[in-house]
C-alpha cells in the first residue's frame, strides 16, 4: 500500500488538483508550440522579416522615379537537392532607381528525360528591403512543368517602392529550385499551376 | 588546507537507534529484481535514477572520449568522419538527457521529502513509470548506432534539414527515444510540484523551504513548459520525415529557421532545468560548511525565479547568425546580459556567505567552492557570446564549447558530486572515504581545465566545432585538451569507488551528519530507513 492512500482526503484532492492544472499546462504548451508554426509566418510577413516575400502578384505603385539614387538589384539562382534542372538568369544584376519598374527574364531547363515538376522559393536580403520589393509577376507564384528536355523563359517584372530605406544600396533576391513530387503537393499549396507548354 | 574531521554528534543519534515505523505498517518488498522493478518507494527510485545516471554518464563519456582521441592529433587517424559525428552526436544527448537530468531527477526523489518532511513522493506509482521510461528510452537510442546508417550524426541540436531530408533511417528511433525521455521528466515534474506544494509538514511555508526543494520547484514548471515544445517539434520532424509535411522544408513552403526558433524556445530553459538544482545543492553546501547560516535567502529565491521567467525571452541568443533583423538581435542580445544580474546575485550571495565563515574542507564543500568559480568562469564567456557582433566570430566555434561546458561539467556535474558526497552519510550511514574523495577532487579539477580551458583559445583561433580534423595551429591547443580528456575521464573511476567502498562501510555517520547542517533531512537517521516522516514532523524555523 503506497503511502498516499494513508494520506488524508483533503491532501489527496490537493494533489489531484495540482496534477490536472499541470496537465492542462502540458496540453497548452503542446498545442502553443504548433500554434507557433503559423503565427511565425505571420509574423514574417508583417514585419517582412525572414526575406519571405508576397507570394502573389503585387500592382506597380505610380510613383515617381526617383533618381537621386541608384539601387544595385543582384539575382542567385541555386538549385535545390533532387531536381535535374538547370535555371539561368540573364544578367546577375541591374542598376534601377527606386520607383521605377525592371524586368528579368530567368530560363529553366530540364535537363533529365523525364517530365518534373519545380519550384523557384525566393528569398530577399537584407530583409529590410523584403516589404519595399513588389513584384508584379514572377514565375515564383506559380510550379512549373518541364517536359524531358525542354526549356522555358520566364520574365520577372518588379520595382523597389520609393520608401526604400535610406541605408539599403543593394538587394539580393535567392531563388532556390524545390522539386514538386506529385500533383498531390500543389493541390495542398493550394497553388496556381502554370504549364510549360501553356506559355 | 588539512581536512577537519565532521564533527560528532552531541546528542544520541546513533544510525541504528530508530528505524521506527519500519515495522507492521508495511507488508514484506518483494524480493530480488522485481523488488526494484516494482518499487514506489522515493528512497529506492531515487537510487536507481543515480545509478542509472551513472552508468549513462560512463558511456556518454566513452564517446567523448573518442571524440577527444581522433582530436589528439590533426589529420584523421582513428574513426571515420561519418562516425565522428555519431559520436559528437550522441555524447551530446547522453550527457543531457541521460546523465545530467536524471541525476537532478534521482536527488530530487531522494531528497525532496526528506527536506519538506513529506513520507513520500505524491504520486509515487507514477513515480516507478517514471524512472523505468528512462532505461527504454536509452537502449532504444544507443540501439540507432548499430543500424544501418548509424545513430544520429546531426548534433545533440538536431537542426532540420540536416535532421530531416539528410538524416539516416534511424531518426526515426531517436524520435521515438526522445519522446519517452521527455514524458519521463514530464511525469517527474508533475509529481515533483504535486509533492512541494501539497505534502510540506505543517508549519513549513514555501519561504521556509530549503533552496534545493525551491530550485526544482521552479525547475519543474521550466520542465511543464518547454518539454511539450520540443516534444511538438521532433513530432512535427516525424511528420517531416514519415508523411510528406513540410514544417521545415522550404520547398514545401516551410522554413528550417523556424526549427531553430522551436528548439531554442526549449533549448535556452533547458541549460536552466540543468543548473538551477545545481544552485540549491551548493546553496546548501556551502553554509554548513561555512558555519553560517546562507546570506540572502529570499533574494536567492527571487534571483531563482527571474533566471527562470527570463529564459523565455532570450533563445535566439544562439541564433545571431541566422539573419536576425537588428531590432530582434539587440533585444535577445540585452535580455541574454540581463540574465547575468540573477546569476551574479547567486554569486555574490555564496560568496557572502563564505565571507568571514569558518570554513572546513571536506569533499563537498571542495567541489561547491569548485563550482563557484569555475561556474562563473562559464557565465563570464557566456556574456562574451551574448554580444552579438562578437558572437558572429564565435558561433560555432570552440569558444562556445568551451562555454557551456563550463557550466555544465564544473557547473551541472560538479554540483550533481558535491550533492552525493553531501548526502552519501544519509544514504548508507557512512562518510565517504576522504582520501579517495580528495584524490578524485584534485584530478577531476585538474582534468576538467585543461580539457576545457584551452578551448577557448582553439575557438578564438578560429577552430570550428563538430569537425573530425583540424589545420595544423590548432594541434597543441586539442593535444592539452585530449591529455586532459583522458584524465577527467579516467578520474571517474574513482568516484565510482568512494561510492561503493561508502555503501559497503566506512566511518559511521550519525543522523546530524554535518554539525551545521539544518535541513529537516539531518533529523532522520543515518542511513535514512525505507520509510520516514510517516507521522509528519512539526516544522520548527531555525532562530536566526
Ligand atoms: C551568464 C549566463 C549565460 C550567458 C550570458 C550565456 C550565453 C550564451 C550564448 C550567447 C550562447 C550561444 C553561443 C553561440 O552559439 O554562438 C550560449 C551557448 C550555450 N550555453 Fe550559455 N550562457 C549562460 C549560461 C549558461 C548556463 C548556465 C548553461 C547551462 C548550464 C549554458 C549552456 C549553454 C549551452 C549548452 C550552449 C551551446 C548550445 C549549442 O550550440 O550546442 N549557458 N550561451
Ligand atoms: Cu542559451
Redesign the pocket.
Given at each position: 500500500m503506497s503511502r498516499i492512500e494513508m494520506g488524508n482526503d483533503d491532501q489527496r484532492s490537493a494533489i489531484r488538483r495540482t496534477v490536472w492544472r499541470s496537465v492542462a499546462a502540458l496540453v497548452g504548451m503542446f498545442a502553443f508550440a504548433f500554434a507557433l508554426v503559423p503565427l511565425y509566418d505571420v509574423f514574417c510577413e508583417v514585419t517582412g522579416i525572414n526575406g519571405k516575400v508576397e507570394t502573389s502578384a503585387q500592382a506597380l505603385v505610380n510613383e515617381e522615379i526617383d533618381d537621386s539614387r541608384y539601387v544595385t538589384v543582384q539575382f542567385i539562382t541555386r538549385n535545390g537537392s533532387g531536381l535535374p534542372w538547370r535555371m539561368d538568369v540573364e544578367t546577375r544584376q541591374i542598376r534601377v532607381h527606386p520607383g521605377q519598374s525592371a524586368e528579368v527574364n530567368f530560363t529553366f531547363n530540364n535537363q533529365s528525360d523525364g517530365v518534373s515538376w519545380g519550384r523557384a522559393v525566393p528569398s530577399v536580403s537584407p530583409s529590410s528591403a523584403t516589404r519595399h520589393l513588389r513584384k508584379v509577376s514572377c514565375f515564383c507564384f506559380d510550379e512549373q512543368r518541364l517536359e524531358a528536355g525542354e526549356r522555358l523563359e520566364l520574365p520577372l517584372v518588379f520595382q523597389l517602392a520609393r520608401d526604400l530605406p535610406e541605408e539599403v544600396n543593394s538587394v539580393t533576391l535567392v531563388y532556390t529550385l524545390y522539386p514538386v513530387e506529385t500533383r498531390k503537393a500543389q493541390l495542398q499549396a493550394g497553388a496556381k499551376v502554370l504549364e510549360g507548354d501553356e506559355v | 588546507m588539512a581536512p577537519k574531521v565532521p564533527p560528532q554528534p552531541s546528542l544520541e543519534q546513533s544510525s541504528t537507534a530508530t528505524a521506527a515505523g519500519h515495522g507492521l505498517a508495511h507488508a514484506a518488498p518483494p524480493k530480488g529484481i522485481l523488488r526494484w522493478l516494482l518499487t514506489t518507494n522515493h528512497k529506492e527510485i531515487g537510487s536507481l535514477y543515480l545509478i542509472f545516471s551513472l552508468i549513462m554518464f560512463f558511456i556518454g563519456g566513452i564517446f567523448a572520449l573518442v571524440v577527444r582521441a581522433e582530436l589528439y592529433q590533426p589529420g584523421m587517424q582513428l574513426i571515420q568522419p561519418e562516425f565522428f559525428n555519431q559520436m559528437t552526436t550522441m555524447h551530446?544527448l547522453i550527457m543531457v538527457f541521460a546523465a545530467v537530468m536524471p541525476a537532478f531527477t534521482g536527488l530530487a526523489n531522494w531528497m525532496i521529502p526528506l527536506q519538506i518532511g513529506a513520507p513520500d513522493m505524491a504520486l509515487p506509482r507514477l513515480n516507478n513509470f517514471s524512472f523505468w521510461l528512462l532505461p527504454v528510452a536509452f537502449i532504444l537510442l544507443l540501439s540507432t548506432l548499430f543500424m544501418p546508417g548509424g545513430g544520429p550524426n546531426f548534433?545533440?541540436?538536431f537542426y532540420a534539414p540536416l535532421s530531416t531530408t539528410y538524416a539516416p533511417p534511424s531518426t526515426t528511433i531517436f524520435i521515438l527515444s526522445l519522446h519517452i525521455a521527455g514524458i519521463s521528466s514530464i511525469l517527474g515534474a508533475i509529481n515533483i510540484i504535486a509533492t512541494i506544494l501539497n505534502m510540506r509538514a505543517p508549519g513549513m511555508r514555501m519561504m521556509d523551504m530549503p533552496l534545493f526543494v525551491w530550485t526544482w520547484l521552479i525547475t519543474s514548471f521550466l520542465l511543464i513548459a518547454v518539454m511539450p515544445v520540443l516534444a511538438g517539434v521532433i513530432t512535427m520532424m516525424l511528420m517531416d520525415i514519415n508523411f510528406g509535411t513540410s514544417f521545415f522544408d522550404a520547398a514545401g513552403g516551410g522554413d528550417p529557421v523556424l526549427f531553430q526558433h522551436l528548439f531554442w524556445f526549449f533549448?535556452h530553459p533547458e541549460?536552466?532545468i540543468?543548473?538551477l538544482p545545481a544552485f540549491g545543492i551548493v546553496s546548501a553546501i556551502i553554509p554548513t560548511f561555512a558555519r553560517k547560516p546562507l546570506f540572502g535567502y529570499a533574494s536567492m529565491v527571487y534571483a531563482t525565479a527571474s533566471i527562470a521567467i527570463l529564459s523565455f525571452l532570450v533563445w535566439a541568443?544562439?541564433m545571431?547568425v541566422v539573419g536576425l533583423p537588428l531590432a530582434a538581435t539587440l533585444f535577445f542580445m540585452y535580455t541574454?546580459?540581463l540574465?547575468?544580474v540573477p546569476?551574479g546575485v547567486k554569486v555574490f550571495n555564496w560568496i557572502t556567505t563564505l565571507f568571514r565563515g569558518s570554513i572546513s574542507f571536506e569533499p563537498p564543500m571542495l567541489f561547491a567552492l569548485a563550482f563557484v568559480v569555475l561556474?562563473t568562469i562559464?557565465?563570464f564567456s557566456?556574456?562574451m557570446?551574448?554580444i552579438a557582433p562578437a558572437?558572429f566570430q564565435?558561433?560555432?566555434t570552440y569558444f562556445?564549447v568551451a562555454?557551456?561546458h563550463y557550466?555544465?561539467v564544473p557547473?551541472?556535474v560538479f554540483a550533481i558530486m558535491a550533492g552525493v558526497y553531501y548526502w552519501l552519510p544519509k544514504w548508507t550511514g557512512h562518510y565517504p572515504h576522504e582520501r579517495l574523495a580528495q584524490w578524485h577532487f584534485w584530478l577531476s579539477v585538474i582534468g576538467v581545465n585543461l580539457t576545457f580551458f584551452p578551448m577557448h583559445f582553439s575557438g578564438l583561433a578560429g577552430m570550428p566545432r563538430r569537425i573530425p580534423d583540424y589545420a595544423l595551429q590548432f594541434a597543441d591547443f586539442n593535444l592539452v585538451s585530449s591529455l586532459g580528456a583522458f584524465l577527467f575521464g579516467f578520474s571517474q573511476l574513482l568516484f565510482v569507488a568512494v561510492v561503493i567502498l561508502c555503501v559497503r562501510g566506512g566511518r559511521k555517520a550519525p543522523a546530524q551528519a554535518w554539525d551545521y547542517a539544518e535541513d529537516l533531512e539531518w533529523t532522520v537517521p543515518s542511513p535514512a530507513p525505507l520509510h520516514t516522516f510517516e507521522t509528519p514532523p512539526t516544522y520548527q524555523r531555525p532562530a536566526h
Open positions: - | 551530446g548534433g545533440w541540436t533549448g541549460v536552466y540543468m543548473i541568443h544562439h545571431f541574454t546580459m540574465i547575468a546569476t561556474f562559464g557565465g557566456g556574456l557570446l551574448a558572437d564565435y558561433h560555432d562556445v562555454h557551456f557550466v555544465l557547473g551541472a
